[in-house]
Nanobody, 121 residues
Framework: QVQLAESGGGLVQAGASLRLSCAVS????????MGWFRQAPGKEREFVAF???????YYADSVKGRFDISVDNAKNTVYLQMNSLKPEDTAVYYC???????????????WGQGTQVTVSL
């Protein structure tokens, strides 16, 4: 069983940076691929990034080069460092955990409640 709790969202200007955090409960942290997804109102939830200590990290083309996913195993926390933010990055960002991994939403069994990121012009 895994519980996830995102934090760190907010309102920022275009070009700014923001770091999201995902606190992960449980003692099987390394058994999961950790992912970030986002969803804007009226749009489908889309993949942002995932990471695993063995498999490495993978990013959606839309955020590649701007976002970085990382983990702090000692703190049981997953981060999404977002740089050069654009208005189109505005969405609710969700942390998720998967035993399988990948970029498909359906592969993730556990989800956080989401944190709002708003990027203004």
């Amino acid at each position: 069983q895994v519980q996830l709790a995102e934090s760190g969202g907010g309102l920022v200007q275009a070009g700014a940076s923001l770091r999201l955090s995902c606190a992960v409960s449980g003692r099987t942290f390394r058994n999961y691929h950790m992912g970030w997804f986002r969803q804007a109102p009226g749009k489908e939830r889309e993949f942002v990034a995932f990471t695993h200590w063995i498999s490495g990290s993978y990013y959606a083309d839309s955020v590649k080069g701007r976002f970085d996913i990382s983990v702090d195993n000692a703190k049981n926390t997953v981060y999404l460092q977002m740089n050069s933010l654009k208005p189109e990055d505005t969405a609710v960002y969700y942390c998720a955990a998967s035993t399988l991994g990948g970029s498909k939403e359906t592969s993730y069994e556990y989800w956080g409640q989401g944190t709002q990121v708003t990027v203004s012009l």
